[in-house]
């Protein structure tokens, strides 16, 4: 397995009383990982701290193995794409790109045609490159947003809700930039309230709720050990009330809701493991008449809903 | 052909050292700074005063020469003002190490209160660019996790204020000293006044400097750039309104002034008081009449409140060190 190259170890983060990251464990290993939880799950606090914006209330968090805040040569390795509007209004976009490029040590020679290819890079027309940044919207700030976090070539990106603004053919854009970045070898971390956004692009979740890291790992992974915490199965049959009895006496459910008129049981599996043991036998034994057994489809969208709600 | 192969190459270059980036950070608020005609306007008063200040320095170098202007008015005096200008104008000649030294410090030390103001007017102008604008539009977040330090952040910063007030006040001033020297009919002139341009830089660098800090504390007190001229202003005019009711009332409030403070130092500096003793004692006839200089009247030869002084300018810089530190944070 590769070497992570992001670590939080027992990582906590308060503002005064109030908790932004709970005693949280994780490895983030390279390539795109999609950080995604509800509003308030964390997720900003939790890249605030990778990209040394904050320090760890306790803990540590290690990005390449160092700890970022106020470590410079770590943070030349990292570009980062904050959520909030963060742009000089009276700046234009090329003075503003050029600037930043310099305090990250790129020489003035490079400008403006390393600013100018990364304008192109993130689709801003030309035509707007003489306006100034408070004249733009907000998709055309995001993509500038976009572009100054690509412009010292870090070896990670970090992108907190970068598609927040963007119309579907910008997110298919950036989504198309980052797939080519992360062919290059820039490992990437991005941030979302909504998993669908995240879900096509990302190798690796990181699942976050009220501080905690909810699940890690690889999609496929998650969506494995998810849908058997929580797997949910629809059953049709003469007498759902006697199949709800026999199960809740044997311990197997969290749940169960007899939809009386359509002879259906909805009910969810407390153990997969020892309830698929036991189903056949114990649906042999009950002689009820099955007509239907329907598994609810466990994308990884319903299971983050699940296990956020 | 997908977008990253048509438009996107990676740079591959190397990335330039600490101190460029300070520097550009400095170079960046100088360029902002001087977008703004106002500033432009202040520094060229400034070196209109520079002009001033060698127009004078060059009369005095003219004093030394037989056929020059200054003779030629001095002629056409009363006889008895002719003897006494004459009187003077041979002491000059005799004894330039004081007489270049002395009017050197007094007239830089007059000089140097114009050019305060028109330093303290030019924070008012670019006070809201300097931290209140990152923090509103919260570039700072951006800024912060760049490869910099909050320190270099800080430092490029202070770096701007520096270079702006330095070519408003301590350029002029150092010009003003080579061009009053090379401007004399004695180029010794230059050595007997190194004593008045050591103070005078000394007084500079170290009100300069005092000043930036001041000028980045308050610009990080307000998250709105017009807020922040507003506060440096109020600082400015209430510590003088505070430092005027001090000197009738408690004399410690007086320190509550930057502009009194940075007076102190200035009078510790350039020690008029010093000066005029010295005239008084060497030179012939005028002296006598400087005798009778109430000295009590007038500030400027009144004994320095220098401690005080270095005390609230050391507390007034750990204040302002305190405000960036829990103000500037990209939380």
């Not at chain 1, 598609?163 to 910008?170: K, V």
């Not at chain 1, 629809?234 to 749940?255: M, T």
């Not at chain 2, 408003?168 to 009053?180: E, H, I, K, S």
């Not at chain 2, 005239?279 to 009590?296: D, S």
Request: overall charge positive; aromatic content about 10%; charged content about 15%.
């Amino acid at each position: 397995m590769s070497t992570p190259i992001i670590q939080g170890i027992n990582l906590s983060r308060w503002y005064g009383v109030v908790m932004g990251l709970n005693n949280i464990d994780f490895e983030i290993r390279p390539g795109i990982t999609g950080l995604v939880g509800p509003n308030g799950a964390g997720k900003s606090t939790l890249i605030q701290l990778i990209t040394g914006q904050l320090q760890p209330s306790s803990g540590r968090v290690r990005v390449f193995g160092k700890a970022p805040w106020n470590h410079p040569p770590t943070l030349r390795r990292i570009g980062y794409c904050p959520e909030r509007e963060s742009l000089p209004e009276q700046l234009k976009p090329l003075d503003w790109l050029k600037g930043l490029g310099q305090v990250s040590g790129i020489p003035a020679s490079a400008f403006p045609k390393l600013a100018q290819q990364l304008l192109h890079q993130v689709k801003l027309a030309e035509s707007h490159w003489g306006k100034r940044l408070g004249q733009y919207s907000k998709g055309m700030r995001q993509r500038v947003k976009l572009a100054q976090a690509l412009m010292h070539a870090p070896d990670l990106l970090i992108l907190d809700e970068p598609m927040n603004g963007l119309d579907p053919m910008a997110r298919q854009e950036v989504g198309e930039i980052l797939s080519a970045l992360s062919r290059e070898g820039v490992d990437i971390l991005i941030s979302s309230h909504i998993l669908t956004e995240l879900e096509s692009l990302c190798k690796n979740i990181l699942i976050m709720n009220w501080g905690r890291v909810i699940a890690s790992g690889a999609k496929d992974e998650i969506r494995s050990d998810l849908s058997q915490w929580a797997e949910e199965l629809v059953v049709r049959c003469d007498h759902p009330g006697k199949l709800a009895s026999i199960l809740f006496s044997e311990d197997l459910l969290l749940g169960f809701d007899i939809q009386a008129s359509e002879d259906k049981l909805a009910f969810r599996i407390k153990d997969p493991g020892i309830f698929y043991q036991r189903w056949g036998d114990l649906l042999q034994s009950s002689g009820l008449k099955i007509y239907e057994i329907k598994s609810k489809s466990q994308s990884l969208h319903q299971i983050f809903n699940k296990v956020t709600a | 052909m997908s977008l990253y192969r048509s438009a996107y190459q990676r740079w591959k270059g190397e990335h330039l050292g600490i101190w460029y980036r300070r520097f550009a950070i400095a170079a960046n608020g100088f360029q902002n700074a001087w977008a703004n005609k106002w500033v432009r306007n202040i520094v060229m008063a400034a070196w209109l005063f520079c002009l001033v200040q060698t127009a004078l320095l060059f009369g005095i170098g003219q004093l030394l020469v037989k056929d020059s202007v200054i003779y030629t008015l001095v002629e056409q005096l009363q006889p008895q003002l002719q003897t006494l200008a004459n009187g003077l104008m041979s002491w000059i000649v005799a004894h330039p190490e004081i007489s270049v030294r002395s009017t050197y410090s007094f007239l830089f030390y007059f000089f140097a209160g114009w050019f305060k103001v028109f330093s303290l007017i030019l924070i008012a102008l670019i006070i809201p660019a300097l931290i209140s604008r990152d923090l509103a539009s919260k570039a700072i977040i951006i800024y912060s996790s760049r490869a910099i330090s909050r320190v270099d952040y800080f430092l490029g910063k202070f770096m701007t204020v520096f270079a702006l007030l330095s070519v408003a006040w301590l350029l002029p001033v150092c010009t003003a000293w080579l061009l009053g020297g090379l401007l004399a009919p004695d180029w010794s002139f230059l050595w007997h006044s190194r004593m008045a341009l050591f103070k005078s830089a000394t007084y500079i660098t170290a009100a300069i400097g005092f000043l930036s800090l001041l000028a980045m504390g308050v610009s990080a007190l307000s998250m709105k750039e017009k807020s922040a001229t507003v506060y440096w202003v109020v600082l400015w005019v209430l510590g003088n309104v505070i430092s005027n009711i001090g000197r009738q009332t408690e004399p410690w409030l007086r320190h509550l002034s930057f502009n009194y403070n940075l007076e102190q130092l200035a009078l510790k500096l350039f020690q008029p008081r010093v000066e005029l003793t010295l005239l008084q004692e060497n030179v012939p006839v005028i002296g006598n009449l400087l005798r009778g200089v109430r000295v009590e009247r007038f500030p400027m030869f009144q004994d320095p409140h220098f401690n005080g002084a270095v005390i609230a300018c050391l507390a007034m810089t750990i204040l302002a060190i305190l405000i960036l530190h829990m103000k500037v944070k990209p939380e």
